[in-house]
């Protein structure tokens, strides 16, 4: 190191250039993992050829359905969605209870 430079400006270079490399080491790595991400992602993906026949064969199904299954389907998710959300609601006002008398 430079016999010029104070020792404690020597440290805080040394530190910023470690500081620095690291980060660029990591930005290295994180485009290389995107990368690698994306190519799996292309291999993964279903072909366009698959991709219609199975729009197809929904398109089909769903034309043979009444109209009243389909609603009351509907009508029935509908209701556990609701159900659902009052129960979470009630949990937690239970574990707020809980946690007050804690106090």
Do not use: F
């Not at 500081?19 to 291999?43: E, P, S």
């Not at 299954?69 to 659902?84: C, D, E, I, L, Q």
């Amino acid at each position: 190191m430079d016999d010029e430079k104070p020792i404690l400006e020597q440290a805080a270079d040394a530190m910023s250039s470690a500081a620095n490399a690291t980060t660029d080491a990591a930005k290295t790595a994180v485009k290389k993992v995107r990368k690698a991400a994306k190519k799996i992602a292309k291999k993964m993906t279903p072909r366009k050829k698959a991709a219609k026949k199975s729009k197809k064969a929904v398109k089909k199904s769903s034309a043979k359905k009444s109209p009243k299954k389909a609603a009351k389907k509907a009508r029935k998710k509908a209701g556990n969605k609701a159900s659902k959300k009052a129960a979470n609601k009630k949990a937690a006002k239970k574990k707020k209870k809980a946690r007050k008398s804690k106090r």
